[in-house]
């Protein structure tokens, strides 16, 4: 139980193209989704949370008309990096916490490697 | 502002031996503690979850929390080289997301 999935599972796109990553709860449903940004060798960045039916709350230095974040239903959250730039490349995680139980507990998807030329 | 403390190491153990990761947290309204391992260029992966003071163990695995101290620790017996990764200390007060801490790189030396 409690798996998380992304897609894709990585990305090569031209600068100024925009990107859309996919997080999806295979076996729960997920009242809030996270969204992770992980450059080489550094720890985890939370960019933002996402509930269900709700505009997401972005974490502050982190850009909401750059990366939007749409979570449509309770196993469905997307990521879209708008007109991507180089330093944009990173290794972008979302995680999901299950509604059934009255728990923090975050489950993590396998990640989405984006590089963008 | 929330925080979690780890030593980023190396933690470097011989095959075998039992690895203590360690981790202090600043609120001392935490109500939930974490363990994820984290293998290069994958994502975290959870071990382990612990509420109440005192031990929890898991197969090879034991977390103990001391909420007076504001302190957890991770304890992984009979180390193997596949236990070789980056752990990640996360708490949580409440309906919030998860604090993480740098994480611990463990090296398990055969």
């Known amino acids: 139980g409690a798996v998380v999935s992304q897609h894709p599972s990585w990305v090569i796109c031209k600068s100024g193209t925009s990107v859309k990553i996919e997080c999806r709860s295979l076996d729960f449903q997920a009242t809030t989704m996270f969204w992770y940004r992980q450059f080489p060798k550094q720890s985890l960045m939370l960019m933002a949370t996402?509930?269900?039916?709700?505009?997401?709350?972005?974490e502050q230095g982190v850009e909401k008309d750059k990366f939007l974040i749409n979570h449509a239903s309770l196993t469905l959250s997307t990521l879209t990096v708008t007109s991507a730039h180089p330093e944009d490349s990173s290794f972008y995680i979302c995680?999901?916490?299950?509604?059934?139980?009255?728990?923090?507990?975050?489950?993590f998807g396998p990640g989405t490697r984006l590089t963008v030329l | 502002q929330k925080e979690v403390e780890q030593n980023s190491g190396p933690l470097s153990v011989p095959e075998g031996a039992i690895a203590s990761l360690n981790c202090t947290y600043s609120d001392r309204g935490s109500q939930s503690f974490f363990w994820y391992r984290q293998y290069s260029g994958k994502s975290p992966e959870l071990i382990m979850f612990i509420y109440s003071n005192g031990d929890k163990e898991d197969g090879r695995f034991t977390a103990q929390l001391n909420k007076a101290s504001q302190y957890v620790s991770l304890l992984i017996r009979d180390s193997q080289p596949s236990d070789s990764a980056t752990y990640l200390c996360?708490?949580?007060?409440?309906?919030?997301?998860?604090?993480f801490g740098k994480g611990t790189r463990l090296s398990v030396i055969a």
């Open positions: 995680s999901a916490r299950d509604r059934a139980f009255s728990t923090d507990t975050q489950y």
């Open positions: 996402s509930n269900e039916g709700s505009k997401a709350t972005y």
């Open positions: 996360a708490v949580s007060s409440g309906n919030t997301p998860l604090v």
